[in-house]
């Protein structure tokens, strides 16, 4: 029996791009270390279920985030799928090194909207962490590998409160200058609501960020991220980040909890007629095989609304 109907809506995009960050983003939030075999699963997984972009790792200190410790290992043994990128993140120049010695061939920077995070995250300043980056996309646009930027506190910090719109609109600005082919703006604790949502991406592209380059990431702490995907598809974005299964949080904000699930996503997606490219059903049944991985069951409402 079918249950969804499909009503499309004028004036959204066609397609959107699902920017899958479970592998990196949702299990770096995990308390146990997931063996690598696991992941490596999980990513062959999601790319039969029709995902097209992957975010496979991080090359990070194994000392701050220990759960990407074998991130050289991974993309070493990775089975790449024809059509599927496999994007990694990269903290410093010598993660740089590290992704491109392990075959990486498209990469992610992260930078902070706010000095409190860029402390805690990075242990420098918001200018230091935008310095730290700059060498790394200058390096990998000499050898043709695109560079994503994530901004992360883009509406709400733990520890500032609020954010105004014009700091994010100012990095991803920055961000762009240096050489970045997309702009992440992340909800790391979930506050965001649709009202704000079109008021930074205002003030981002006033900033001289067009919004075809711009992505978001958002968090479901409060209950609001479909409902800030919908303003955003209103605005004419056509990217979103999500994890499958719901996993994630962030190591450095303990009041971020999970990613937007990439079920809830697709489901809203699909009725709304907007292409993705995602066989939801497959989805579906590798959040469950993960969720009996890490044995806990997934916080996905998809997912627990087709096991009934």
Known sequence: MELQAVHPRAGLPARVSVYEVGPRDGLQAEKALVPLPVKLELIERLGQAGLTIIEATSFVSPRRIPQLADADELMLGLRRRPGVRYPVLVPNERGFQRALTAGADELAIFVSATESFAQQNLGTTLDGAIDMAAPVVA??????????????????????????????????????????????????????????????????????????????????????????????????????????????????????????????????????????????????????????????????????????
Not at 163 to 168: C, G, L, S
């Open 139 to 308: 390096a990998a646009r000499v050898r043709g590998i695109e560079v994503r930027g994530y901004v992360s506190m883009c509406f709400g910090d733990p520890w500032e409160g609020r954010v105004d719109p014009a700091r994010p609109a100012d990095v991803a600005a920055r961000l762009v200058e240096l050489g970045c082919s997309s702009i992440s703006l992340g909800d790391t604790i979930g506050v965001a609501t649709p009202g704000q949502v079109v008021t930074v991406l205002d003030c981002v592209e006033a900033a001289g960020v067009p919004r075809e380059k711009i992505a978001l990431h958002l968090h479901d702490t409060y209950g609001q991220a479909l409902a800030n995907v919908l303003v955003g598809l209103e605005a004419g974005i056509a990217q979103f980040d999500s994890s499958a299964g719901g996993l994630g949080g962030c190591p450095y904000a303990k009041s971020a909890t999970g990613n937007l699930a990439t079920e809830d996503l697709v489901w809203m997606l699909d009725g709304l007629g907007i292409e993705t490219g995602v066989d939801l059903a497959a989805l579906v049944q590798t959040s469950r095989w993960l969720a009996t991985e890490l044995g806990r069951p997934s916080p996905s409402r998809v997912v627990t609304a087709f096991r009934s």
